[in-house]
């Protein structure tokens, strides 16, 4: 990790821990040799960093261009592996990025819905733009969801409340065969990945609550 990443990693592992009383269920599946595209549920500011610090290892961000919106911003943003994304019309160079990322053994973590939240429910249906990812990479999908982060600290808060936040962890997808036999082609073939991705994050349920 590069110290500013590092800075960060254990400034969120310290806030996971002590403020939010964070807990991972099969913490294990974390360790994912290889390349990965890691799909989480997307209620909160807090969703990247929470996650983030619970791998073992530095993973990498999609993020909205416009938090790049100075140098310093961006100098610090870069160093903490975020990817400047423009949500209304992806560039080919992010794409290529994140391809590139995955291709060499590195992790990405995106957010099938495109955006937070409004109401702390799991949207039904994914961005195309996701599917295109899992499609053109061809690498594993991991599913992960983050629960409590809409309570803690949702659209519109100024400051996170303190609460439970738990983080589980799904089984490694290989996706592969589903596209080979879907018969499925270009935007039909990229929302059915996505869905299919946020079918598995929202079947990752809360222990002993079934929700």
Same mark, same amino acid.
């Given at each position: 990790?590069?110290?500013?990443?590092?800075?960060?990693?254990?400034? *969120?592992?310290?806030?996971? +821990?002590?403020?939010?009383?964070?807990?991972?269920? $099969? #913490?294990?599946?974390?360790?994912?040799?290889?390349?990965?595209?890691?799909? /989480?549920?997307?209620?909160?500011?807090?969703?990247?960093?929470? @996650?983030?610090? /619970?791998?073992?290892?530095? @993973?990498?961000?999609?993020a909205r261009k416009t938090?790049?919106?100075?140098?310093?911003?961006?100098?610090? &943003?870069?160093?903490?592996?975020?990817? #400047?994304?423009?949500?209304?019309?992806?560039?080919?160079?992010?794409?290529?990025?994140?391809? !590139?990322?995955?291709? =060499?053994? =590195? %992790?990405?973590?995106?957010? #099938?819905?495109?955006?937070?939240?409004?109401?702390?429910?799991? %949207?039904?249906?994914?961005? #195309?733009? @996701?599917?295109?990812?899992?499609? +053109? *990479?061809?690498?594993?999908?991991?599913?992960?969801?983050? &629960?409590?982060? &809409?309570?803690?600290?949702?659209?519109?808060? +100024?400051?996170?409340?303190?609460?439970?936040?738990?983080?589980?962890?799904g089984d490694l997808l290989?996706?592969? =065969? !589903?596209?080979?036999?879907?018969?499925l082609k270009g935007k039909?073939?990229? !929302?059915?990945?996505? =869905? $299919?991705?946020?079918?598995?994050?929202?079947?990752?349920?809360?222990?002993?609550?079934?929700?």
């Amino acid at each position: 990790m590069e110290p500013v990443y590092r800075l960060g990693y254990t400034l *969120s592992n310290l806030v996971a +821990k002590l403020y939010f009383r964070r807990r991972v269920i $099969h #913490p294990e599946k974390l360790e994912v040799p290889g390349g990965c595209l890691v799909v /989480a549920n997307h209620t909160s500011f807090l969703d990247p960093p929470m @996650i983030g610090s /619970a791998f073992p290892e530095a @993973i990498h961000y999609m993020a909205r261009k416009t938090l790049f919106s100075n140098r310093l911003a961006e100098w610090v &943003y870069e160093r903490c592996n975020a990817i #400047p994304v423009n949500q209304e019309r992806p560039e080919l160079a992010t794409i290529k990025k994140i391809l !590139q990322l995955v291709k =060499d053994g =590195d %992790k990405v973590l995106i957010f #099938p819905e495109g955006e937070r939240t409004r109401d702390g429910r799991l %949207k039904e249906k994914g961005a #195309p733009g @996701i599917g295109m990812l899992i499609a +053109k *990479s061809k690498k594993p999908v991991l599913p992960v969801r983050l &629960y409590g982060a &809409y309570e803690a600290f949702p659209r519109g808060a +100024k400051v996170p409340r303190p609460g439970q936040l738990t983080l589980v962890v799904g089984d490694l997808l290989d996706l592969n =065969d !589903q596209m080979e036999g879907s018969g499925l082609k270009g935007k039909e073939l990229y !929302q059915a990945l996505s =869905d $299919h991705a946020m079918e598995a994050i929202g079947k990752l349920k809360l222990p002993g609550t079934g929700e």
